[in-house]
C-alpha cells in the first residue's frame, strides 16, 4: 500500500479484528497521524478509548508507549532528565517515554498542568528541552490522550494552551445494541482477544511518504476561504467568550486534506470541511458564562454556524483543475462537489 486511502483501509480493517464499530475515531486518528497532529479522545469509563490507542498504534507497526497520568506524576516523568553516576562523576540523559512516535496519555486531565505542560513543545516544535538541550523527537510523532468527561474528582482541566495544541477532539461513544452484542458474541469466543492481536499493516516510511501526498492535496481559494469564514464567526458568536485561533485554521486547512486523500480525492470539497469541523473547534471555543450556565454545547453552536454559511458554489470553484490525474498516471478522476461516505 501507497496511498493515504490505502493506509488508512489497512488500518480500519485490521483494527477491526479486535474492536467493534468506532470507524470515525480510526479515520480521525489516520488524519491526525497523517498531518502530524494530536488527538483527545473523550468518553466515559469502559468504551475502550486506551484500547483504540493501542489498536491504532499495534496497526501502524510504530514504537508506542502508553503513560497513565496521576496527580503525582512530575514533568520529568515524561521527558526523561539527567542521571548522576557516581561511579564516574558524570551525568546520562535518561530519556523518558516522550522519546517515541505515538505517545499515549491515559487520562490526560489526572496530571497537574505543570506536568501537562511538559507536552506543550513536543506539541507544537516535535523537541524537548532536557536541562537546557534541545532534541527532536522521532518521526512520526503523535500524541494520543483520553479523558472522562464524568469523573471530576481529582482532575484538572486542560489549559486553554494545551487544548488548542490537540489538532483534533473525538468522543468515543457508547456502542448501539447491535454493534454491542457483537461485541458479546467475539469475546465470548475469544475471552483473551486483545488489541496484542492486530497485526502490523503499514510501516513508518510509508506513512512519511502518505504524509507529503497529503501535504499536495489541492485546495482551491473559494475552499480556503469557507474555512476561514467558519472560524471568524466563532470569534464573533455571542455564545463564545474565544472562538478559533488562527492554529485551528491552519488545522482545518490539514484535516480537510487528510480527509479528502483517505476518500480517493485529490483536492477538498466543502463537505471535508463540514464532516471536520466538530473534532476540529469543539475543544477550542471556550463559552461565556451564560452559556456554561445553559444546556448549550459547543458541538451546537458549530453545527449552527456550519448551518448558517452557505458552502462555495459550483460557480464560485471554477479555479479549480476540471481534472486530476491518479498517482500512478492512470485515467484521470474528475473533480465533483460531492460526498462519499
Known sequence: MTTPQEIHTAIREEVATVLIGNKSIIEYLTISLLTRGHILLEGVPGVAKTTIANGFARATGLDAKRVQMTPDLLPADITGTQVYKEADGTFEL????????????????????????????????????????????????????????????????????????????????????????????????????????????VDPDTILAAREMVSRTHVAEPVRRYIRTIVAATREHPDLSYGGSPRASLAFLQVAKARATIHDREFVIPEDVKRMAVPVLMHRLVPNTETQLSDRTTDEIIEEIISDISPPSSDSTKSMPTTAKSEDGGVPRQWANTDDK
Open 94 to 201: 535518561q530519556q523518558g517515554p516522550i522519546f517515541t512516535n505515538i505517545l499515549i496519555a491515559d487520562e490526560i486531565n489526572r496530571a497537574t498542568p505543570k506536568t501537562q505542560s511538559a507536552l506543550l513543545e513536543a506539541m507544537q516544535e516535535g523537541t524537548v528541552t532536557i536541562e537546557g538541550e534541545t532534541m527532536s523527537l522521532p518521526a512520526p510523532f503523535i500524541v494520543v490522550a483520553t479523558q472522562n468527561p464524568i469523573e471530576m474528582e481529582g482532575t484538572y482541566e486542560l489549559p486553554e494552551a494545551q487544548r488548542d495544541r490537540f489538532q483534533l477532539k473525538a468522543t468515543v461513544d457508547l456502542p448501539n445494541e447491535e454493534n454491542e452484542l457483537r461485541l458479546l458474541e467475539r469475546f465470548d469466543n475469544q475471552p483473551t482477544l486483545s488489541p496484542e492481536n492486530i497485526e502490523r499493516v
